[in-house]
């Protein structure tokens, strides 16, 4: 059976982000990525997209299909260019990777403002600083008050993360190796359109684009059947 290696985003672990993909399960072995300082791992002090990539590397067995949302996007770009050989394909939804395209104004202001969000937030609780993240990104999720734990754990790491607009995207090693690449985008923000657009062109990519979900994009309730297909080709 082959592997889908899941790598979650910000803020919420492997198990709320891909609770929609549990039928896939049927398919494919779900290898389900919990990153440093996501519950049940300990906190941190300090999330790092290239940290993070280089223990999904290491993760990685030959023929696996890489499957990244958001951060956890970031991280799968910079795993798959680490380790192209193990790669059967990679699929990225929505990674803020905004150095690809900060030619683009949203793009630009989007870096800018996240830039902005985590120098003025330093002395934020959790609570308020994870709802203004979430606002800026386009997310559905609406948290509790108080937080859960669970919730309040992911929030604290959101807060200690390296931002993305530092991450240095190697599209031209990718575009190199011969995987089949995918990315997926909700049309719900100019940046992270812009982002996407970029990485179709420059990878090069399919692209799929599923509305109405905001940034996850994974729990369409396309998404499964457009990812198996791709798979499947790949």
């Known amino acids: 059976m082959e592997r889908l290696v899941l790598v979650h985003g910000s803020v919420v672990g492997a198990s709320g982000t891909w609770a929609a993909q549990g039928s896939l399960a049927d398919r494919f072995e779900l290898v389900l990525v919990e990153r440093p300082g996501f519950p049940p791992n300990p906190p941190v002090d300090r999330v790092d997209f290239e ?8 993760l990685l067995a030959s023929g696996d299909h890489l ?5 956890g996007g970031v991280v799968s770009l910079l795993a798959a260019s680490a ?17 690809v395209a900060l030619s683009n104004p949203a793009v630009a202001a989007f870096a800018a403002k996240g830039e902005e ?8 609780e959790p609570e308020a ?24 754990q ?10 993305p607009w530092e991450a240095d995207i190697p599209l031209d090693a990718l575009a190199r190796a011969t995987f089949p690449k995918l990315v997926v985008s909700g049309h719900h923000h100019p940046a992270f359109d812009g982002i996407c657009d ?3 062109e420059r990878l090069p990519a399919e692209r799929v684009v599923l509305e109405g979900y905001g940034h996850t994009v994974q729990r369409h309730p396309e998404f499964n059947e457009r990812l198996s297909d791709f798979v499947d080709r790949a």
């Open 117 to 124: 969000l985590y120098a003025s937030g330093a002395g934020d």
């Open 154 to 163: 992911g929030a604290r790491a959101l807060m200690v993360e390296r931002g």
């Open 129 to 152: 600083f994870l709802r203004r993240f979430l606002a800026a990104v386009g997310s559905a999720l609406e948290p509790p008050s108080p937080l859960p734990p669970e919730l309040e």
């Open 67 to 71: 499957v990244g949302h958001s951060y």
């Open 198 to 200: 970029v990485l179709e």
């Open 83 to 99: 380790r192209p050989e193990l790669v059967r394909s990679l699929t990225v939804i929505e990674p803020p990777a905004t150095r």
């Open 51 to 58: 940290h993070d990539a280089a223990l999904v590397a290491d």
